[in-house]
């Protein structure tokens, strides 16, 4: 029997928020640095598989210019990176094993301009596609199933979406999960082939039809914290526990800092770079 490590001085010490909270108990960069102060070894690696989605920010700057901005929030530092690619770029094998293991294949298609898609975010997709099949391989069941609910929400709302504004289905779909090829496959059918396969799917479509931008994010937010909940119920010290409060913690943290007016913002924002290839419709 594998008996997982144990936080109980740490976990006990945690403070409690709730959703509905209105102040942070610390970012969650600060978490993450206590975080690092205590977990055991292999949970501070699995946990550092997670926060792989900065090392793909800063893979994707450094591509489009060795300057380019750069968080330190990632695991690679900017000559990592550059190092990295430079290595693809000459063809010579990669031994780090602190590089994700898809990065080669992805610098490759970049230099190679061999991008599979067509239309959209093509580059951020495909990095996005290979970041989330990796996290679904995660050895971690709490872990690889926050990394399937999130690419099944994106996946889900895109196609409706895309559907609703005639645009098309397949090209905004990334990830290779069942429920991913299952919405490629029937991209012309009433629910996508969905309706049987996932069993939150009815609540996503309920809060796809949601009109008011910031209550539908709200809503889906307030949808991962329950599903949060319902994974962890049995999790009080361990990993689980603790990944559970991180995202959580990453959940509050956009709220306190996110206003109605915001997210109308970041919303418009997202929508205009589709504008770049498909003419929606002025209302949305």
């Not at 090829?181 to 809060?207: C, K, P, S, V």
Request: charged letters at 30%; proline letters at 3%; aromatic letters at 14%.
């Amino acid at each position: 029997m594998l008996f997982k490590n144990q936080y109980y001085y740490f976990v006990a010490g945690l403070p409690d928020f709730s959703f509905d909270s209105m102040k942070l108990p610390f970012t969650v960069e600060e978490f993450r640095g206590m975080l690092d102060e205590v977990l055991k070894r292999n949970d501070r690696k699995l946990l550092q598989k997670y926060f792989l989605k900065y090392d793909n920010d800063n893979l994707q700057s450094l591509l489009k210019d060795k300057n380019g901005a750069f968080t330190l929030m990632g695991k690679l530092s900017r000559e990592e990176i550059l190092e990295v690619v430079s290595m693809v770029k000459e063809e010579l094998p990669l031994k780090d094993k602190k590089t994700p293991p898809y990065f080669e294949a992805y610098i490759k298609s970049w230099l190679n301009e061999e991008n599979p898609q067509a239309g959209g975010h093509l580059w951020e997709d495909m990095l996005a596609s290979l970041y989330m099949d990796y996290g679904l391989e995660v050895k971690n069941s709490l872990m690889s199933g926050w990394f399937e609910l999130n690419l099944n929400i994106g996946n889900v709302l895109s196609a409706i979406y895309a559907r609703k504004y005639g645009m098309e289905v397949a090209k905004y779909i990334v990830g290779s999960n069942k429920p991913a090829r299952l919405i490629r496959e029937n991209t012309h059918a009433r629910y996508f082939g969905l309706d049987q396969e996932l069993e939150y799917f009815d609540t996503l479509l309920h809060i796809s039809e949601e009109p008011d931008i910031y209550d539908r994010e709200r809503r889906l937010d307030k949808f991962r914290w329950d599903w949060l909940e319902e994974n962890t119920v049995f999790d009080y010290f361990n990993i689980e526990y603790l990944f559970g409060y991180l995202c959580k913690l990453q959940i509050l943290e956009r709220w306190v800092h996110l206003n109605a007016e915001e997210g109308e913002r970041l919303f418009r924002e997202l929508i205009s770079n589709l504008k770049n290839e498909t003419k929606l419709p002025e209302d949305f």
